[in-house]
């Protein structure tokens, strides 16, 4: 069974612009959850997606939204980019949401 | 304040040693659960353990174990000989109950290990 994939694995953008991460979780895994993470703050949870809604929202300003499609795919996007966005960007899935997460190998993004 | 305190920032053990991690958590929640997790430095967080809170026996996988002191809300990992691929971040979470069915995890800031040949 595939694990779960994350794309791009590396961007480099500029302060002000937006950019879209997207994540494919395991096959049978409905629960989609996005996590910055950096060396100041460490592992901090954006928000969880479940069957196409959003169930949990982490302590994130509104530059930080998300969707999820119905084949469980999600897409995490950050508008007006600033500097203190560089982070490694982590989404995970689970079957339920309340399980084991399998994490995928994140998306570096730098912002210049 | 601090919900995940990993209180050792970097560890050091010999190759085939026992080494143990250290976690505590703070939660007024009667049900929870808790995961160790290790990241090498490719950055891909790596699921080790669980251990739930109404879970009498200590968790084990493999060469993992978990250590659960449910009084002293403690949650230590233990990994029984090392070996050199052991070397890497392993941060504990604890995932707590929310309304509607669904949790949301926190994260310590995570224990650097290195294994010595």
């Known amino acids: 069974k595939a694990g779960v994939t994350q794309t791009p694995r590396y961007l480099i953008k500029t302060r002000g612009q937006q950019v879209t991460l997207s994540c494919s979780p395991i096959s049978g895994h409905r629960s989609v959850s996005w996590y910055q993470q950096t060396p100041g703050q460490g592992l901090q949870f954006l928000f969880e997606?479940?069957?196409?809604?959003?169930?949990n929202k982490g302590n994130f300003p509104g530059r930080f939204s998300g969707r999820q499609f119905s084949n469980s795919r999600s897409e995490m996007n950050v508008s007006t980019l600033e500097l203190g966005d560089s982070a490694l960007y982590l989404c995970a899935s689970s079957v339920t949401g309340s399980d084991e997460q399998f994490f995928g190998p994140g998306t570096r993004l730098t912002v210049l | 304040a601090q919900k995940i305190t990993q209180t050792q920032p970097g560890m050091f053990v010999q190759e085939k040693e026992a080494v143990t991690l250290d976690c505590t958590y703070d939660?007024?929640?009667?049900?929870?659960?808790l995961f160790w997790y290790k990241q090498p430095s490719s950055g891909e967080m790596i699921f080790l353990i669980y251990q739930g809170s109404y879970d009498e026996q200590n968790a084990t996988e493999g060469r993992y174990s978990l250590n659960f002191q449910k009084a002293r809300k403690s949650a230590n990992l233990v990994i029984s000989a090392s070996q050199l691929g052991d070397s890497a971040m392993y941060f504990c979470a604890m995932r707590e109950a929310r309304t509607g069915g669904s949790y949301i995890p926190t994260f310590g800031r995570g224990t650097s290990l290195i294994v010595h040949p």
């Open positions: 997606y479940f069957s196409e809604t959003q169930r």
């Open positions: 939660t007024s929640d009667q049900s929870y659960g």
